[in-house]
């Protein structure tokens, strides 16, 4: 990427620090116990609640897949920029590769390639509210590596399972029902990416990806062992490093699991710190429901807490289409948040 264009340069107060925290109180929940099991389900909640991040060991993803995955990843970052151009995404095209993406205006310094879990997704045609049409998200696929698409739905289809079987422990740490959540992602727009994080001259001044909280409703990541991914700890606001443990997958709520939990649980802000020595590779897993799913707080979770819903419903389609136009310019004003939802009085 070269120099560090200003176009990448944080503000002050939000610059990294070179030396940073590694927090070994974030969770590490290990998934080979049954999935009733009393304690797991006290853990998953407790995790959620304290931190809303925490890793997951022995969760059935057969290492193999993920190996693949991140060699084929590692393969299509490699190629010549106008190989990976071939595949580049737009605002009518909104999968494949892209090299400019910003997070709060300010431009990330990586790359990416996406893809829908679903193939197409449907989606709202625009995010204007009057507007009811719907369009169709598809996939492109890079001619190599050659085997590139058959790695990506191989490991989706491993995310998946992971993905619903972390939402039946949430929901039964709610003292809900294993299978509340499940139809809510019947029409899934679920996306999966790519993320390739080149070494970076100026550390002090950029980030891999600013600091954010994830919209959807729950992200799986997979990280390499360059680490980066940096937690805003709720007890005091201070950022601490995820250390990268072998195999684990890292689990963090969303948006709409604070929505429906009614803020039982809270999705946390996160940023990724860049390396002027090594290049990182990472791959999320976002855990999306249907586009035309109206998100708000559980009514059974309000009542079971004696307090009247914190949030008004909103469309999560059109959330989630406004919140893609950040991807392609820069805002003059704040991208869509769950707090313009928040009921005040």
């Not at 993320?195 to 799986?220: E, F, M, Q, W």
Request: aromatic share 12%; with cysteine; hydrophobic share 35%.
């Amino acid at each position: 990427m070269g120099q560090v264009d200003p176009a990448f340069i944080q503000e002050l107060q939000h610059r990294p620090n070179l030396s940073f925290t590694v927090d070994d109180g974030i969770p590490t929940i290990d998934l080979s116990r049954p999935r009733d099991d009393p304690s797991l389900v006290t853990e998953i909640g407790n995790a959620c609640k304290k931190w809303g991040f925490f890793q997951v060991i022995n969760h059935g993803v057969p290492a193999e897949k993920r190996s693949r995955i991140e060699d084929a990843a590692r393969s299509f970052f490699a190629l010549p920029l106008e190989e990976k151009t071939k595949v580049r995404r737009d605002e009518k095209r909104v999968l494949g590769y892209y090299d400019t993406e910003h997070t709060k205006n300010v431009r990330d310094w990586k790359e990416v390639f996406d893809i829908t879990a679903h193939d197409p997704t449907c989606v709202p045609a625009s995010y204007y509210p009057e507007d009811s049409e719907v369009t169709w998200w598809r996939n492109q696929w890079p001619e190599h590596p050659h085997d590139m698409r058959e790695v990506c739905e191989d490991y989706v289809a491993e995310m998946e399972k992971l993905a619903f079987r972390l939402m039946e422990l949430i929901a039964l740490s709610l003292s809900l029902p294993g299978d509340r959540f499940r139809g809510f992602f019947d029409e899934q727009t679920t996306f999966m990416r790519l993320n390739h994080y080149p070494a970076c001259p100026s550390p002090l001044l950029a980030l891999g990806v600013g600091r954010h909280k994830d919209a959807g409703g729950l992200t799986i990541l997979a990280q390499d062992d360059v680490g980066g991914l940096e937690v805003k700890r709720k007890r005091d606001g201070e950022w601490v490093r995820v250390r990268p443990t072998p195999d684990a997958f890292i689990i963090n709520v969303g948006d709409i699991i604070q929505v429906w939990s009614n803020e039982e649980y809270e999705s946390v802000e996160h940023r990724v710190m860049v390396n002027s020595e090594r290049e990182r590779f990472s791959i999320p897993f976002f855990f999306n429901p249907g586009h035309s799913l109206v998100v708000e707080p559980l009514r059974e979770v309000a009542e079971a807490q004696g307090r009247p819903a914190k949030y008004k419903g909103y469309n999560w389609g059109k959330f989630f289409v406004t919140r893609k136009r950040s991807n392609f310019m820069k805002l003059d004003v704040e991208n869509i948040q769950i707090h313009h939802f928040k009921i005040t009085s």
